[in-house]
């Protein structure tokens, strides 16, 4: 049967990763609409207890390759054991994260397979396509969407003719939500023997330093974010300054980080990271698709721009027409006072 | 001993100045439309090549990219920062092509040079941001890949010692050549154009190649290859708010800030 896979990617603490979860609730909903099975792949090393995780996310059937040389992760031992899965069951749909991992592994998937993978999906659906040339009509189609091209259209993709469809989500995007807490599904152990032998000699891993997570806007109440109109690094110093004083974290746009105005973790929008705070600060932020699709379900927002037309302050609950360099001084100020 | 290197470069359009046009009604970029610019990270990744050039001396590098003939103005460059040479594919059966066939063209291209023992190309290009040729030429060549590239520790006869970005981390890795490299914008700046080397190629022609020079089955090239169908494509409504316009007042700030804070969301 041509059920939906999702291939489980794992922390550094050889737990399913959040992106993976994320997936698992997205997949769940497309297999109930599809009527067919959620399939999970975990390849790592010691990874009963995760697999057995993923049963509340509506898993049915969790491929577990259990094997030292498939942890830490490296493309090619993996490439080989998911490729044969694939292979073998024939998944209509498969899903990856848009981490740093499943970026590196899709795309090699995918051209191996010859079939369609598209990148940073905002949104998946199910739905029917007619090719416009031949007027042949497909069924229960993948619709992988995202935003495009300078960023202001949506696009639909649709893979009509390969199998499997598959896509990559960035982390965030998707919620993740424990489908049924009793949900049992069924492991099934996958041989890697013979895919290992070959692949594991290509690339050896020499050390790995792993980071102390130091930035994490993803689960902030308050954030405060800066854009290309901060104007500069030493302006976005302020930013800093108003999330200390009201407890918020800073974010940025895109065009803020390429500018060098801070680091890339800050990063909010389609290729950073996605919030849902309770209030959103936007200052100088003129709320490019890519970005609002980060951040736009934030409970509350305030746009700061000196542009009344700028696309964010459609979005916004509030609109302060003015320079963030003034304005945000006063709103402090103003703030301050009100807590006496 | 030397290396024979190909870096794979991409000549984009310049996404901080995108116009009304951009887009065709098909779906496809109007590439036309828009002024172009060197895929930034396809630098960092020709500046890798070089600094392996460096260090051992004979080795050349060969710049490849597909495009529309105008793009010869990035071989052009990568000339002058020191590449030996390059071409452009060009030929209107690869246009419309997604990353499947493009990196089946590239691919194929590559095999026409021979013996290749280090692809370098940046991690992904800013007009789609797929980061998916690199791993996809990797496999087409059944060669290993290294993405995220942030810096070339080590060179030797046989293989290279790359420091490369994880999620949260780095990790070091030596990969047996041939090998493909994927470089992010985290690694050095491409090194400048170099005046003599300027004056020296600037009547040197780009070579251009097309579909019949790269022993390419058609059916896998350009839209016709291309698994991935454009749908649709939807100018963005904006979820549209009654949003509170405030001029900057103490006053009004005032206000703004009271309340938030009698709502518990300041």
Do not use: W
Request: with cysteine; proline share 5%; glycine share 8%.
């Amino acid at each position: 049967m041509n059920n939906v896979l999702v291939y489980c990617e794992l922390s550094e603490k050889n737990q399913i990763a959040d992106i993976a979860l994320e997936l698992c609730t997205k997949g769940r909903q497309l297999a109930t609409r599809l009527g067919c099975r959620l399939q999970a792949a975990v390849l790592g090393s010691g990874v009963k207890a995760a697999a057995e995780s993923l049963y509340p996310y509506g898993v049915d059937d969790v491929f577990v390759a259990d094997d030292p040389r498939l942890a830490p992760y490296r493309t090619l031992p993996h490439f080989d054991v998911l490729s044969k899965l694939i292979q073998a069951q024939q998944p209509q749909i498969v899903l990856f994260g848009a981490s740093s991992v499943g970026r590196d592994l899709a795309p090699r998937i995918a051209s191996f397979l010859r079939c369609g993978l598209t990148a940073d999906c905002t949104s998946l659906e199910i739905g029917s396509h007619e090719d416009p040339k031949t007027k042949k009509t497909y069924e229960n189609i993948l619709y992988q969407i995202r935003p495009a091209f300078g960023g202001n259209i949506i696009a639909t993709i649709v893979c009509p003719e390969t199998r499997p469809q598959m896509a990559t989500v960035r982390e965030g995007v998707m919620k993740k939500e424990v489908f049924d807490p009793a949900y049992k599904g069924t492991i099934i152990p996958v041989a890697v023997e013979a895919s290992l032998a070959a692949a594991d000699k290509a690339v050896e891993i020499l050390s790995r330093e792993i980071e102390e997570q130091k930035i994490d806007i993803k689960g902030a109440q308050i954030i405060v974010a800066g854009g290309y109109g901060m104007g500069s690094k030493e302006n976005f110093q302020l930013l800093h300054q108003f999330a200390r004083l009201i407890g918020a974290s800073v974010g940025a746009t895109r065009a803020a980080v390429d500018a060098g105005f801070c680091e890339g973790e800050r990063q909010i929008g389609q290729t950073g990271v996605t919030v849902r705070p309770k209030l959103y600060i936007a200052c100088g932020i003129s709320g490019a698709v890519q970005h609002r699709a980060g951040m736009e379900q934030s409970a509350k927002i305030i746009s700061i721009n000196t542009d009344p037309d700028a696309p964010i302050n459609a979005i916004a609950d509030y609109t302060i027409i003015g320079d963030v360099m003034t304005v945000i001084p006063q709103f402090m100020a103003c703030y301050k006072n009100n807590l006496k | 001993m030397s290396y024979r290197i190909v870096v794979l470069a991409k000549q984009v359009p310049d996404t901080h100045n995108v116009g009304a046009d951009a887009m065709n009604a098909d779906g496809t970029v109007n590439r036309a439309a828009l002024p172009t610019v060197f895929n930034p990270e396809d630098l960092k990744a020709l500046e890798m090549a070089l600094q392996v050039k460096d260090q051992v001396p004979g080795s050349t590098v060969t710049v490849v990219t597909m495009g529309p003939p105008r793009a010869a103005e990035i071989i052009k460059d990568a000339r002058n920062r020191g590449a030996d040479d390059g071409f452009v594919l060009s030929d209107a059966r690869f246009a419309g092509a997604d990353t499947l066939a493009t990196s089946y063209a590239l691919s194929q291209a590559i095999r026409q040079l021979g013996p290749v023992d280090l692809i370098f190309g940046g991690r992904q290009a800013i007009d789609g941001d797929t980061a998916q040729v690199g791993p996809q030429v990797a496999e087409k060549l059944d060669i290993p890949q290294v993405t995220y590239a942030e810096e070339l520790v080590a060179i030797d006869a046989k293989t290279i010692t790359i420091r490369r970005r994880l999620e949260r981390g780095t990790e070091c890795v030596k990969a047996t050549m041939p090998v493909l490299v994927t470089v992010t914008s985290a690694a050095d700046d491409c090194r400048f154009p170099n005046a003599h080397r300027m004056i020296r190629l600037a009547k040197d022609e780009v070579r251009m190649i097309n579909a019949d020079s790269i022993d390419a089955d058609m059916d896998r090239l350009g839209l016709k290859g291309s698994p991935t169908k454009v749908k649709q494509i939807e100018n963005v409504v904006l979820a549209h708010k009654e949003s509170v316009v405030l001029e900057p007042t103490e006053a009004a700030l005032n206000e703004l800030t009271a309340s938030l804070i009698k709502e518990h969301i300041l």
